[in-house]
C-alpha cells in the first residue's frame, strides 16, 4: 500500500484478555516501530525491528508485551493478560533504513486505539 | 528533566499570525524531527534535520547543534495548521526516537 497500514483501529477489550495489533509497513522498508502514547503523555518507544536483525525491545514495559516481524514485512504486537493501564494508542512507523547513521524519515501508521476495560 | 523539552505546550494564534514552536535537548542527536498530530490520532513527519534550515510551503524548520536547539515557524497560520506539533530526537547510538510532550497549536479564524 501507499502508506503505514494499522489494524484494527480501535480495539475494546476486557481486563485480563490478549489482543494482537498489526502493522504493515511499508513496502520496501526495512526499519518498523512500535511506539505507545497513553492519554495526556508523550510519545513512548516499544521496540524496532531493523532487517533480518534481533529486535531492539529495551522499550517494552513488561513481559506481558511481545512483536514479531514476519519475513522483515508485516509485524504484530502482542499484549497478554491486558491491563487497563495499558490503554493507549499504539503507533507503528516504518523507514526505508534504521540504525543509528540512517537518519532517513520515518512514515506512521494512523494508530491502533486500545482500550482496556 | 526530560531529554527533550518543548515550548509553549499550548498555543493559540489567530489566523495569519507567525508562529514559533521550540524544542530543546539534552542529548547528543543525530537528527531531530519534527511531526504534525491531528486529532484524530495520525502522525505526519515534518521534517528530518540534522543541521541548518529546512523549508516546506509555509512551515520553515531551524537546527542549531551547538546549543541543542530547534525551532518550528509557521507563516500565514491557518485553521487547518491547528494540531499538536512534536519534536523527536535520534540520539548517535540505537535508532529510537526520544519524543517532546508535544505543543498544542490552536488557530482561530
Known amino acids: 500500500g501507499a502508506g503505514v497500514s494499522q489494524s484494527p483501529s480501535n480495539k475494546v477489550t476486557e481486563k485480563g484478555k490478549d489482543v494482537e495489533l498489526r502493522c504493515d509497513p511499508i513496502s520496501g522498508h526495512t526499519a518498523l516501530y512500535w511506539y505507545r502514547q497513553s492519554l495526556g503523555q508523550g510519545?513512548?518507544?516499544?521496540i524496532y525491528f531493523q532487517g533480518n536483525s534481533a529486535p531492539d525491545k529495551s522499550g517494552?514495559?513488561?513481559?506481558?508485551?511481545?512483536?514479531?516481524?514476519t519475513g522483515g514485512s508485516v509485524s504484530t504486537l502482542t499484549i497478554q493478560r491486558?491491563?487497563?493501564?495499558?490503554?493507549?494508542v499504539y503507533l507503528c512507523a516504518s523507514s526505508l533504513q534504521g540504525g543509528a547513521l540512517m537518519n532517513t524519515e520515518a512514515f506512521f501508521g494512523q494508530g491502533t486505539r486500545l482500550t482496556v476495560v | 528533566k526530560n531529554?527533550?523539552?518543548?515550548?509553549?505546550?499550548?498555543?493559540t494564534a489567530q489566523e495569519g499570525e507567525f508562529i514559533t514552536i521550540n524544542c530543546s535537548y539534552s542529548v547528543g542527536i543525530s537528527a531531530l524531527h519534527w511531526l504534525q498530530q491531528h486529532p484524530g490520532g495520525g502522525?505526519?513527519?515534518?521534517?528530518m534535520l540534522s543541521s541548518g534550515k529546512k523549508k516546506h510551503g509555509r512551515l520553515i524548520a531551524t537546527i542549531n547543534i551547538q546549543e541543542k536547539h530547534s525551532s518550528l515557524h509557521i507563516t500565514a497560520s491557518h485553521p487547518r495548521d491547528s494540531a499538536v506539533?512534536?519534536?523527536?530526537?535520534?540520539?548517535?547510538?540505537?535508532?529510537?526516537?526520544?519524543f517532546g510532550e508535544g505543543t498544542q497549536l490552536t488557530v482561530n479564524p
Open chain 2, 85 to 98: 506539533y512534536i519534536c523527536a530526537v535520534k540520539g548517535t547510538s540505537g535508532s529510537r526516537l526520544t
Open chain 2, 3 to 11: 531529554e527533550v523539552e518543548q515550548s509553549p505546550q499550548n498555543l
Open chain 1, 60 to 69: 517494552l514495559p513488561s513481559d506481558r508485551f511481545s512483536a514479531e516481524r
Open chain 2, 43 to 47: 502522525i505526519v513527519s515534518l521534517f
Open chain 1, 43 to 46: 510519545l513512548e518507544f516499544l
Open chain 1, 82 to 88: 491486558t491491563q487497563q493501564e495499558d490503554s493507549a
